[in-house]
């Protein structure tokens, strides 16, 4: 099969490679259909991510069909179509009980294991371990592309922004981030039934893009964000914050214009340390949430989509084969010269 390789930083290849076969009897083996790029798989390649070894398969989002089942599995059977998440759960342990599969410790204490600790998605074909409890069958009459960012940044923006922001019906939402992720947030968001979604960017291009995944108001990022936002919600400032990008410049703005009793709901995977003003903080009673997604909601995601209450398949603006993944990552790496918000790479 061909799979797209990480060589080391800085290196990738879409390369031949043995096919995948059964390793465990609760695996299957999908035949990839669709799948896209992730910006984790971008600091991956920068080598920001020790963790991932060269020559590993990159990749953690996907919609495929089983095509082997191990012997184990008997919820499967060959011919399904079913969507990979990036997280796996192994169903038994005490995260995944309590809904918190991304501390999965049937995969050894993390449940994100494709294109990371495994072999990932991006190729012809993939194993899934413990597959009954971690992939989701895709509703007949829904496409691909319908259901492919619930894979990920879907299930990211609502459980980790919206759930632990604890976003309420008539709230005044901020998102800092207009890229993919603060958009599946603005999404969600507006399920939740936020009054005034605020989407916060320097892009021009991303803030236009908000506008169609439910942002109300758009503020250009900069010197005036504050300011701006404290007048669309009459100086008391956002009753929900949500940080999108994970630099320290945006955790801090998102400090500053949540109200008192507020939330700061980050999303954002930050590199760098940053500075907790808790001097400040401590006597406006905020509250601050961190997270990596469980994927707990996508059941719930997968529905919407299939009633149409949900477009995700807004967020692919770019479309190539499998075999044109080189050329869509160099897209999708210059997101902003190409005005690209996801990729669809189909088989």
């Not at 600091?43 to 069909?65: K, N, Q, S």
Request: hydrophobic share 40%.
């Amino acid at each position: 099969m061909k799979a797209l390789v990480f060589g080391g930083p800085g290196k990738r290849s879409w390369d031949s490679k043995d096919d995948p076969g059964i390793e465990d009897p609760t695996d299957v083996i999908v035949k990839i259909d669709t799948t896209t790029i992730c910006g984790t798989d971008l600091h991956i390649l920068r080598g920001d991510v020790p963790t991932v070894t060269e020559g590993r398969t990159l990749g953690h989002e996907a919609v495929g069909t089983v095509v082997q089942t191990g012997a184990a599995v008997t919820g499967l059977s060959e011919g399904d179509k079913v969507l990979v998440p990036a997280i796996t759960s192994c169903g038994r342990c005490g995260p995944c009980k309590r809904g918190m599969a991304a501390h999965c410790q049937g995969s050894g204490g993390l449940g994100w294991l494709f294109g990371h600790l495994v072999d990932g998605l991006q190729a012809d074909y993939a194993r899934v371990p413990f597959a009954e409890t971690s992939v989701h069958q895709v509703p007949d009459g829904v496409t691909d592309e319908q259901v492919l960012f619930l894979s990920d940044i879907l299930p990211t923006g609502y459980e980790i922004g919206v759930q632990n922001g604890r976003v309420k019906p008539g709230d005044a939402v901020a998102v800092v981030g207009a890229g993919p992720v603060g958009l599946a947030t603005m999404m969600t968001a507006a399920i939740a039934g936020a009054g005034r979604i605020i989407a916060i960017d320097l892009s021009p291009s991303r803030l236009r893009h908000a506008e169609s995944f439910g942002a109300t108001h758009t503020v250009a990022g900069g010197d005036d964000a504050e300011r701006e936002v404290m007048e669309i919600t009459g100086g008391e400032g956002a009753d929900v914050a949500i940080e999108a990008v994970g630099v320290p410049e945006t955790f801090d703005l998102c400090t500053r214009i949540v109200r008192p009793g507020g939330t700061v709901a980050n999303i954002g995977v930050h590199g760098a340390p940053t500075t907790l003003h808790l001097e400040d903080l401590w006597i406006r009673n905020i509250t601050i949430t961190t997270g990596l997604v469980s994927g707990s909601t996508i059941p719930t995601l997968l529905a919407l989509a299939r009633d149409g209450r949900i477009e995700a398949e807004k967020l692919g603006t770019h479309h190539f084969s499998l075999s044109e993944i080189e050329q869509a990552y160099d897209v999708f790496g210059a997101a902003d010269e190409h005005d690209a918000l996801k990729v669809v790479l189909s088989a």
